[in-house]
């Protein structure tokens, strides 16, 4: 199973910013990576009226749409937390969520002070290092907004020192 880490933090911090710029240095050294987005209202991708939403609405469980670049899965199912998330990414390296700051999983927490006054997560056990534009009072691994290669090497070292990259292409 693929190791999980919460990319967490108040609206507006940069958490999407953040994933965005990690997903291409793991990329780059050769892991396979996926996400997972936490929203709090309910959502639909698919549009109404088009075949696969009909599939949906007849009762399929699960719609895949195919083309020749990209697949596409529609579920019926319910997310009782990351674990139930898991059997999706069996195929990953990583999982970076944003979000489920309430979650269990190792988080890593973006903190822009000009946004926010106070970290959200200090004292969490869960919170394994800040990404900051300040400087913070604490143990933990500190990086700055910035500082993406060193934040990828702690992630490495942290959470995947047994697991080797699938190709050695550095870009």
Known sequence: ???????????????????????????????????????????????????????????????????SDKIAMFKADTCEDLNSLEKYFQDMDIVLTEGFKEGKKPKIEVFRSSVHTEPLCV??????????????????????????????DFIIKTFLPDKKPHNHIRI
């Open 1 to 67: 199973m693929p190791e999980i880490i919460s990319i967490v933090g108040k609206s507006g911090s940069g958490k999407t910013t953040l994933i965005e710029k990690l997903i291409p240095e793991f990329k780059q050294r050769g892991y396979r990576i996926g996400t997972i987005k936490h929203i709090f209202h309910t959502f639909e991708i698919d549009k109404k009226g088009k075949d696969s939403w009909r599939h949906m609405e007849a009762g399929a469980d699960t719609v895949v749409v195919v083309s």
């Open 123 to 152: 004292g969490d056990e869960s919170l394994k290092a800040i990404v900051t534009d300040v400087k913070i009072d604490t143990d933990l691994p500190a990086f700055g907004l910035d500082e993406i290669k060193a934040l990828a």
